[in-house]
């Protein structure tokens, strides 16, 4: 058989768990499409490591997606996103397959925020991989020139959820110092980007220190319905997704590991396989 012609699952991958948020909504908008979700948590975090190594792990792990016949990946990581998309699309792919799609989840965020703020001024929350890229204001100036973006790293925030403790009270203290810190950047902040997969965990607690007239943007619903436009506009990419309903999970860290720590995200019982990329 050959996987490069047969219709297949949309690869969804994540350096870890955080991209499952992405995955839940994905799938809620567009129940009926296979999924395989890749998570590289043997190599987890990302947010801290250099240009050349996400970008390095990334690619690896879109091909490894591309050998198991997906024809559309989306990088649900905006680590990955941020350091790694626009060299395999631009570099890679033509090289690899050109009728190939790689998508990630910064551009669908920055092509919304126009239409939220109303006082020009967004904060912006993420890993510091992702904060250093400079790729969310990059973005957002493409199409909203006029939109100033404040942005601030929580290097502590995604450690806290990865081991449970995002819930204690503990927590607070970290989640409440870095929102102070970015709202002492400028009081015009209106609009809150949440750029990292993770953050919508700790929504309730980030919502409990902002003020009450500051939107919050989480990337979930935000990238589910941009693929679902992004399907209906290119049917040539849409035909190739099959369409059976069913989700596979693989993980490159021990799979019962990958069992118990994804229920944390998605709120159910699931069954991953583990899989080596290299």
Known sequence: MNLSKQPAPIGIFDSGYGGLTIFEKIQKHLPKYDYIYLGDNARAPYGTRSFEVVYEYTLQCVKKLFDLGCHLVILACNTASAKALRSIQQNDLPNIDSTRRVLGI?????????????????????TSGTIQSNSYPMEVAK????LNIVSHACPMWVPLIENGEHLSEGADFFIKKDINLLLSKNDKIDTLILGCTHYPLILNKIQKYLPTNVNIISQGDIVAKSLK???QRHPEIEIKCSKNAQTEFLTTESADKFNVSATLFLNKKINAKHINIV
């Open 143 to 146: 199409i909203y020139p006029d």
């Open 106 to 126: 910064i551009r669908p965020t920055a092509e919304i925020i126009g239409e939220i703020t109303k006082s020009k001024y967004v904060g912006l929350l993420g």
């Open 229 to 231: 436009n992004y399907l």
